[in-house]
């Protein structure tokens, strides 16, 4: 059998996986890629749970890709992820190393391992003026009605949502031929699993402790710097709804339910997308978070050879 090019570990989002990936990226003497739509934005750091932290192990710094590549308010997609994946991947497997993949983007995962030939999708300003007034439930209709795949676990804002369908109709409208620039992954693929309810009590608590930490002076601050709060909104859940209580249109109180209950149904979708890669041929070995960590890494290391 071939050997694994790559190891990856996913999970839903507050199941540990951070610390499990450092932690083995450590014991093989690699690096950390990671697979997160929005860590790839520079200050925005709590409310996309960075933990940076993470990364450091008895002192030595495990070395992280693909994390503050971006400024806030900007758009980063798939089509650049999966250039700027390759980009580190290529480096470090000529290196003779091999990388730990890490994070909760399904679709980036996905089109990483896949090697997915994906367009570079222009804006279209006349469908974007057809569905401004459209409420994001429309939009969400809209969305499933396309039949190819298309990571809806992070369209919780409108502008995310028309910016999918601006995408599915791309590519609606062009047939996509030839051979994909890049090749598939052979990787291990690693799920971190946690019981709902355990789950549900880990999103709460670190709600709670993020709030706590200052996640609402870091939104304070990207506004203060410039960044239009439709921007922000943009990028969904804490950032949709801190903004949203900062200029007024939630109370504090309104804030905190609306958004614990928008993590729990993103953690929901996430275990969704990750189901379906099962379905799509896929082979994700799920270990419980409650496994120690020193016999997640035995467990992996038993699956590696």
């Excluded at 990936?21 to 409310?47: F, N």
Aim: hydrophobic share 35%; net charge neutral; aromatic share 8%.
């Amino acid at each position: 059998m071939e050997k694994y090019e790559l190891i990856t570990v996913l999970g839903p989002t507050a199941c540990g996986k951070t610390s499990f990936a450092a932690a083995l990226a450590k014991c093989l003497d690699t690096e950390i890629i990671s697979a997160d739509s929005r860590q790839v934005y520079r200050r925005m750091d709590i409310g996309t749970g960075k933990d940076l932290g993470d990364y450091t192990i008895n002192e030595v710094r495990i070395p992280y890709h693909l994390i503050d590549i971006c400024e806030p308010g900007t758009k980063y997609n798939v089509f650049e992820y999966q250039h700027d994946f390759f980009n580190v991947f290529c480096r470090l497997r000529d290196e003779g190393k091999i990388p730990v993949l890490c994070g909760g983007t399904g679709m980036y995962i996905e089109a990483v391992l896949k090697g997915y030939k994906l367009p570079d999708v222009p804006p279209n300003q006349e469908l974007r003026n057809r569905l401004s007034g459209k409420s994001l439930l429309e939009l969400e209709k809209i969305l499933a009605s396309y039949k190819v795949l298309h990571n809806r676990t992070d369209v919780d804002s409108a502008q995310r949502a028309i910016r999918a369908i601006e995408i599915e109709e791309y590519r609606r409208k062009r047939v996509l031929t030839g051979i994909s620039e890049f090749e598939a992954v052979n990787s291990l693929i690693i799920g971190i699993g946690v019981k709902r309810e355990m789950r549900r009590e880990k999103i709460s608590q670190r709600l709670r402790s993020r709030l706590e930490e200052g996640m609402v002076d870091e939104v304070h601050a990207l506004l203060d710097s410039g960044i239009h709060p439709d921007n922000l909104v943009y990028y969904g859940l804490e950032y949709k709804y801190l903004t949203l209580y900062i200029t007024g249109k939630l109370t504090y109180e309104e804030m905190v339910e609306q958004l614990e209950i928008a993590i729990h149904q993103f953690a929901k979708r996430q275990m969704t997308w990750f189901r379906g890669m099962e379905r799509r041929g896929f082979t994700i070995h799920w270990i419980d978070t409650s496994v120690p960590t020193e016999e997640k890494i035995r467990k992996t290391m038993e699956l590696m050879e």
